[in-house]
Structures are given as C-alpha cells and as structure tokens.
C-alpha cells in the first residue's frame, strides 16, 4: 500500500513546493506542487547524498558501496528507500540505484583533489530530484549545474519552473538534452519506457504536427551548425551504411548538406533558420527563459552580420515585431537573398569550427 511506501520517509523539507506521492500508472511516484509555482521560480536546490568522482560508465558495485560507507545513519536510511521498477522493489546492486537516482554534476576547482580534473563531469545522487518524472514538454528544468558566488560551480542542483504550476500538478523535466529534435519513437528509444505527455500521446492533434516540428527543427540545426544532435555529421552515403537507419537522413540534397558542414549557408538564409527554429520550439512549449537565453542573443547578433544595406534593413524589421511568428514572416522576403558578407562570415565560421579555409 502506498500509506507504507518507503518514499514516505524520504525527508522533504518544509519549504519545498512538492509533496512526494504515487503518480499515474507506468511512472511510479513523482513530485506534485502543493501551491503555485511561478513561471522562472527556484523550485527546490538540493544537494547530494554523495558524489562519485569517476565517469557514469565507470562506476563500480565498489564505489558506490564505500560511498555508502561513508555515510552517517539516516543517510544510509535514506538510501536503502530507494525503490526500482517504478518504485515498487529495492535495487539489486547499487550500481543501478546509482544510476537511476543521479544526476550528472561538474564539480568545483575546491571539490576536487589535485589529480583529478575539474572540467570533469561526475554523478551525485540525489534522493529527490530523481523523483521527478519525465515529459518531453515539461514544466521544469535543471539546468547544468548551479553556481555559487564567486562565479564556482558547486555539486548542487537546481530545479526552476519553465512555465506557472498550479498547485496539484506533477513537476516534470525531460531526461534528454536534446529531445527538442527528436521525434515520439526516436525518444521512446533513448527513454526505454513510453512517455504519455501531449506530444507523446499518438492520435492526437498535437502529437503529429509535434513530430514534424521536432524533425524540422532538427534540420534547421543540422543546417546552421553543420552536425547533428550528437554533433556528428551525417554519413555522406546512407545507402551504403549498414549501421544508418532512415531517420539518420536529416538533409537529404548533398549539396545542400555539403554547405552546411562547410557554413557556406548564406547569411540570409541561416537568420530565418535560426528565427524558424526559435518559433517552432515556442509552438512545441519548449521556448523557456533557459532556452531564450542561449538562442535569441546570436539571432540579435546576426542582425550586425548583414554587409548589404537592404538585408539589414529587412533583419531589423523583423526583429522589431513582437511575436516569432511574425518575425520569421517578414524575414521571409530575405529568402535566397545573396549578402555582401557572406563570404566573410564562411571564413569566420570556419575558422571558428577548426575548418581549412580552403574548404
């Protein structure tokens, strides 16, 4: 019975906006608010039960055991509550209730020992945080790691709100970094379980366009970056790959992938790309602060790459609308237009990406 879960004894603080309780069938228990959570709110800062100092994949039975070790008590209790397959059984090894209940962390120049280092990502455990479940359109996140005065990485995490929760709805985050490019099943693949949020839920009049927008927007990346999600580059052949599958064919014109990967996308062209992709993952509820703040002040500062007046001209128009949506429609009459920095910014690009510049 749920009123005899273990869950009910790990220690949440009195200040935390969530209570702990069982969620809807497949997902365990999971963290629901018990007031409103503002849009951009701080929802809970916690800190590690402990922290391994070796990458994810090289994590022992061993390890985790002498981590465990040094723990006082009540934080061996808090552990041992630790339940797998959605939280009905405890873990086997120690390995998995680590692997399940970590999040990745970058520790600080302070934390860490002379030989070790300190632009290494290392896993804590956090008994909390990994209660929170997953939806590929969330209404929190964790960013990479919090930081302390002085501008120092510390081993805490941080949750904040994306949008306003209301109080009784579930806290979620998505597991992925990247799932914005990823369609339902590609997604479903890298979770291993199936996700029932609305852009999961086959049949419905937001999970289709939801897909074609998640592919598009991976385009568009592929397009402006030149890689893919996991910053490789599309094989040249699929054909002849036996290892590719159909949804590794992100730009199918080699033309057109050949200039991506070179940046020879002209400018025109890559600030509508960079304008579209912003206005889809808005459509998609994924344009958070977090979001914002990494993509729209490139988008601002490609204004000033225009060498030809009138493109310019037609970049600041665009940008003086209020809404994405109209932004990338007046940047459409840039469309195909060629600029007179266009080669400059190639070259820069390139220089930038460790490309020969006779690419």
């Known amino acids: 019975m749920s009123q005899n879960h273990p869950y009910h004894c790990l220690l949440v603080p009195s200040e935390a906006p969530f209570e702990l309780k069982p969620s809807s069938p497949g997902k365990g228990w999971g963290a629901f608010a018990t007031r ?3 849009q951009g709110a701080l929802i809970f800062r916690e800190k590690p039960l402990f922290v391994i100092r070796k990458p994810h ?3 022992t039975e061993g390890d985790v055991q002498a981590a465990f070790q040094q723990l006082t008590p009540s934080e061996k209790q808090q552990f041992l ?3 797998d397959d959605n939280a009905s059984r405890p873990f086997i090894y120690m390995t998995e209730a680590c692997a399940e209940n970590s999040f990745a962390i970058a520790t600080s120049n302070s934390s860490t020992s002379s030989n070790i280092n300190p632009a290494t990502t290392f896993h804590g455990l956090f008994l909390l945080h990994s209660r929170f479940n997953h939806s590929c359109v969330p209404n929190s ?8 005065s002085g501008g120092e990485t510390t081993d805490t995490i941080a949750s904040f709100a994306t949008r306003d929760i209301v109080a ?3 806290i979620t985050f998505c597991y992925n970094s990247d799932f914005e490019g990823r369609t339902r099943r590609e997604r479903h693949e890298a979770l291993r379980f199936t996700c029932d949020c609305r852009a999961c839920l ?14 598009l927007i991976r385009g568009l990346q592929y397009l402006t970056l030149g890689v893919d999600l996991d910053g490789r580059k599309q094989p040249d052949d699929n054909n002849n790959n036996s ?3 159909p949804t590794t064919v992100i730009i199918a014109d080699p033309d057109l992938k050949k200039a991506a ?5 002209p400018i025109s062209n890559r600030f509508i790309y960079n304008l579209l992709v912003v206005y889809l993952l808005e459509e998609e509820g994924l344009l958070d602060d977090f979001m914002s703040e990494r993509l729209v002040p490139g988008i601002v500062l490609m204004v000033a790459w225009f060498g030809t007046e009138s493109n310019a001209r037609i970049a600041r128009l665009a940008m003086a609308r209020e809404t994405w949506v109209e932004r990338v429609c007046v940047a459409f009459a840039l469309y195909g237009r060629a600029d007179r920095a266009d080669d400059d910014v190639a070259l820069m690009l390139r220089m930038l990406h460790g490309i020969s510049v006779e690419a």
């Open 36 to 38: 409103k959570i503002s």
């Open 57 to 59: 994949q090289d994590i």
């Open 81 to 83: 509550c630790l339940r």
């Open 141 to 148: 996140k964790i960013p990479t790691n919090s930081t302390a």
């Open 168 to 170: 009784g709805e579930e």
């Open 202 to 215: 086959p049949g419905t009049s937001f999970q289709q366009p939801s897909d074609a927008r998640r592919r």
């Open 243 to 245: 290892s590719a599958s």
């Open 261 to 265: 990967e070179e940046f020879r996308i």
